[in-house]
C-alpha cells in the first residue's frame, strides 16, 4: 500500500476565538512497505497526522489517498496513552484489553 498525501490542513477550533492550526500544507508520499517515522517536538501534529490516516478524525482541507488492494489501514491503528499500559509494547496493550 502506498500513501499520497496532498496539501493536508488541520485546525482545531476550541471556540471562535481560539484557533490551533496543528498542519499546514503537508505533502508526503510514502511508498509501499517504507518504512517512516513521524518525528518532532511536542505539538508540531504528529498525532493530527496519525488520527486524520487513521480515520478517527477529518481534515480541513487536502487529500489523503490509499492505494493498494487493502484500502485504508483504519483497523490496525492503536494509540497508547491514558488508559493504556505505557511501558507495554503494541501486542501487549490489546492483550490486557481482550
Ligand atoms: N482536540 C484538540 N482541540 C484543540 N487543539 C488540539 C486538539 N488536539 C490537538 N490540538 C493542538 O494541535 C496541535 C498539534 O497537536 P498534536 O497532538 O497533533 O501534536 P503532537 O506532535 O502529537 O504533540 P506531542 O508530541 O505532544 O504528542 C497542538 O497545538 C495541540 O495543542
Ligand atoms: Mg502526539
Redesign the pocket.
Known sequence: MSIIINHLAKT?A?NSERQ?T?LNDLNLALDDHEFVSVV??????????LKILAGLIEQNSGTVEFRGEHGAPHDCTGFSGSGTAPMADCRRQYRVGA
Open positions: 482545531y476550541e490551533v496543528a518532532g517536538p511536542s505539538g508540531c501534529g504528529k498525532t493530527t497526522l
